[in-house]
């Protein structure tokens, strides 16, 4: 029996964020850009670059409650816009996991000041307590949005306005403090490229309005520019002759993998992001060890699964209102802990993990 497809969601860029939202609608709201809010009780992540040690600057911040838990939950993805950080590769990306127990508004406050004041209450039906390690809890399943939906971000409160950076506990790869009898240093700048909301939108409704025409053209580019025949490529994939010659080929050039990543956005050119928890992700290139070999989780020792990527159209997007800010990539895969783990009464982000793959033609883009 064919396995279960993972619904997939799409993020396309929005409205500008204007100002500095606070509160509730900051951390609820998935944005690209803007420095990254701060659930209650949790500190903001401030990581820097293991290259060059300077701050990195904010990717994506997506809000992605998990359907069964009680924890409201945030992923931040960072990155060093640097020139000449572009070759660390994952050495200048980061990904941290921020979540905080759902309790009412009313109740925030006094629960902040009370180290145990955070409790598990029945968010959805049926709802398991997810806030202590010890016990044992099926793997959370994703809810229907991760963030703003088309309708939705429509009538949001865009006026609402960003969360002021705040100086908090440090997390794992902040910058070092300054030794003792060396005065005080003024804190680096922390690069920002310019913010937008990201709404959502379903890959399935997508399809039925999906023109080929832009894919076939960039398609025939590739073709012309690399001489080869891409259907003719494809055909011959499915025969069993074993062909070594075109096998070869494959490996050489990537090919077949390239294609299927084009045909497959052609749905949707201006994604940004795909969302499908514990679903599969869509390759640009040939996977490497590090898909098969993925390192667990370090506070629970669960695997990590896919849960969403980034693609080649967020690159244009994120810019800098004056400092000449930039990065290049093909896709960046996110994966998290399978069980979201979250330690009773942590304060500090959760690092996950990363795979960067690099754009094998980056004039299919601009």
Same mark, same amino acid.
């Given at each position: 029996?064919?396995?279960v497809?993972?619904? *997939?969601? @799409? ?38 670059c293991?290259?060059c040690? !300077? ?7 997506? +809000? ?47 629960? !902040? ?16 307590d997810w ?9 959370? !399943? ?18 609402? !306005?960003l969360q ?7 997390v ?11 005065? *005080?240093?003024?804190?680096p ?6 913010? +937008? ?21 960039? @398609?025939?580019e ?41 045909k ?49 159209? @967020? ?17 960046? @895969?996110?994966?998290t ?6 330690p ?23």
């Open positions: 029996m064919a396995a497809r993972k619904p *997939v969601l @799409l993020g396309l860029r929005d409205t500008t964020v204007h100002g500095c939202p606070t509160g509730l609608g900051a951390w609820t709201a998935s944005k690209l850009g803007g420095v990254p809010d701060a659930l209650p009780a949790v500190a903001a992540p401030r990581p820097v293991e290259l040690r !300077q701050p990195l600057a904010l990717v994506v911040q997506v +809000y992605c409650p998990l359907e069964g838990s009680p924890f409201h939950r945030l992923l931040h993805v960072f990155a060093c816009p640097r020139p000449g950080c572009a070759s660390g590769r994952a050495r200048s990306w980061k990904v941290f996991r921020s979540q905080c127990l759902q309790i009412r508004e009313k109740e925030t406050q006094d629960a !902040q000041k009370q180290e145990n004041g955070l409790t598990a209450e029945d968010w959805c039906e049926g709802a398991d806030g202590s390690d010890s016990e044992e809890a099926p793997p959370p !399943q994703v809810i229907s949005d991760f963030g703003n939906d088309s309708s939705s971000a429509k009538d949001r409160d865009w006026t609402a !306005q002021d950076l705040r100086l908090q506990d440090p794992p790869g902040a910058a070092p403090a300054v030794p003792p009898g060396e005065g *005080v240093a003024l804190p700048v922390v690069p920002q490229f310019l913010p +937008y909301y990201i709404c959502v939108v379903d890959e399935d409704d997508c399809r039925d309005f999906v023109s080929l025409d832009h894919a076939q053209s960039l @398609l025939r590739y073709q012309q520019r690399e001489g080869t025949d891409m259907e003719q490529l494809l055909s011959h994939s499915l025969s069993s002759d074993g062909d070594e010659k075109y096998e070869k080929t494959i490996i050489k050039s990537g090919d077949k993998m390239f294609y299927k990543f084009m497959r956005i052609a749905a949707c050119q201006e994604q940004i992001l795909r969302y499908s928890w514990s679903g599969e992700p869509l390759f640009l290139t040939c996977p490497t060890s590090e898909v098969t070999e993925l390192p667990a989780c370090s506070h629970c020792g669960i695997r990590r699964i896919f849960e969403f990527q980034l693609m080649p159209a @967020l690159v244009s997007m994120l810019r800098s209102a004056n400092l000449g800010l930039s990065v290049e990539f093909g896709t960046i @895969l996110i994966y802990c399978e069980k979201s783990c979250w009773q009464n942590h304060q500090t982000p959760v690092e996950e993990f990363c795979i960067i793959q690099e754009d094998p033609d980056e004039l299919l883009f601009k």
